[in-house]
């Protein structure tokens, strides 16, 4: 079992950034990879960006590519997700999300995560 806590979402002008923090407890946390998705209004929850359990390897969505940068710190149990040059289009609900199996890499799959958070709200105005 892995819980998930989201924190730092918040309210910023198009052009903008802000920080996502995940907090990750339980059994061997530092074995699973994790992920960011994300789901707007009207929307499927997408993926965003996605990290291996060493933090060696991470996955993008073309969206996500050159503006978000997802990092780990095992040390602390937290993932986060800096994000750059927000955009409207980028308001959403986001989710933080956990897998043991295969955590050597991510696809990017929302079936492929096993635990999830409660998400925090993100909004960009323009």
């Known amino acids: 079992q892995v819980q998930l806590i989201e924190s730092g979402g918040g309210l910023v002008q198009a052009g903008g950034s802000l920080r996502l923090s995940c907090e990750a407890s339980?059994?061997?946390?530092?074995?699973?990879?994790m992920g960011w998705f994300r789901r707007a209004p009207g929307k499927e929850r997408e993926f965003v960006a996605g990290?291996?359990?060493?933090?060696?390897?991470?996955t993008y969505a073309n969206s996500a590519k050159g503006r978000f940068t997802m990092s780990r710190d095992n040390a602390k149990n937290t993932v986060s997700l800096q994000m750059n040059s927000l955009k409207p289009e980028d308001t959403a609900v986001y989710y933080c999300?956990?897998?043991?199996?295969?955590?050597?890499?991510?696809?990017?799959?929302?079936?492929?995560?096993?635990?999830w958070g409660q998400g925090t709200q993100v909004t960009v105005s323009s």
């Open positions: 990290i291996s359990f060493n933090g060696e390897s991470t």
């Open positions: 999300a956990a897998k043991y199996g295969r955590a050597w890499a991510v696809d990017g799959e929302v079936s492929e995560f096993e635990y």
């Open positions: 339980g059994r061997f946390v530092n074995t699973v990879a």
